[in-house]
């Protein structure tokens, strides 16, 4: 009976110790600046820029492209592309309407974008 007594008492003072012992605290760290890395050079082209419609699409990745990328075979491959085409004329059509196309501009207009958009 005494040990437990004596354990309780001693686990009691322990607690009470550390409930107002105060807490210490480390500085945080300073932050480490960056190295610093020289200025690109300015390139050279000979080439006029291209205009902001083809980089968009240059950024822009395929759905042929997204699946190689991730690693899709059989029916997943299938599955994806169904899923993308449908997506890529959807947004196509949206497209065309947004720019008032009709008839024969519209078809041709959502091919042309539905076949950038799925890739070769």
Same mark, same amino acid.
């Given at each position: 009976?005494?040990?437990?007594?004596?354990?309780?008492?001693?686990?009691?003072?322990?607690?009470?110790?550390?409930?107002?012992?105060?807490?210490?605290?480390?500085?945080?760290?300073?932050?480490?600046?960056?190295?610093?890395?020289?200025?690109?050079?300015?390139?050279?082209?000979?080439?006029?820029?291209?205009?902001?419609?083809?980089?968009?699409?240059?950024?822009?990745?395929?759905?042929?492209?997204? !699946? #190689?990328?991730? /690693? &899709?075979?059989? *029916? =997943?491959?299938? @599955?994806?592309?169904? %899923? $993308?085409?449908? +997506?890529?004329?959807?947004?196509?059509?949206?497209? !065309? #309407?947004?720019? /008032? &196309?009709?008839? *024969? =501009?519209?078809? @041709?207009?959502?091919? %042309? $974008?539905?076949? +950038?958009?799925?890739?070769?």
């Amino acid at each position: 009976m005494k040990f437990a007594t004596a354990a309780a008492i001693l686990l009691f003072s322990a607690s009470a110790t550390l409930a107002q012992a105060p807490a210490t605290q480390t500085a945080p760290a300073k932050p480490v600046a960056p190295a610093a890395t020289p200025a690109p050079a300015k390139p050279t082209a000979s080439k006029p820029a291209a205009p902001a419609a083809e980089k968009k699409a240059q950024a822009a990745t395929t759905c042929k492209a997204d !699946a #190689a990328t991730k /690693k &899709l075979a059989g *029916a =997943a491959l299938a @599955s994806f592309l169904k %899923k $993308c085409e449908g +997506d890529a004329t959807a947004s196509c059509s949206k497209s !065309a #309407a947004d720019k /008032k &196309l009709v008839g *024969a =501009a519209k078809a @041709s207009h959502t091919k %042309k $974008c539905v076949t +950038d958009a799925v890739g070769s």
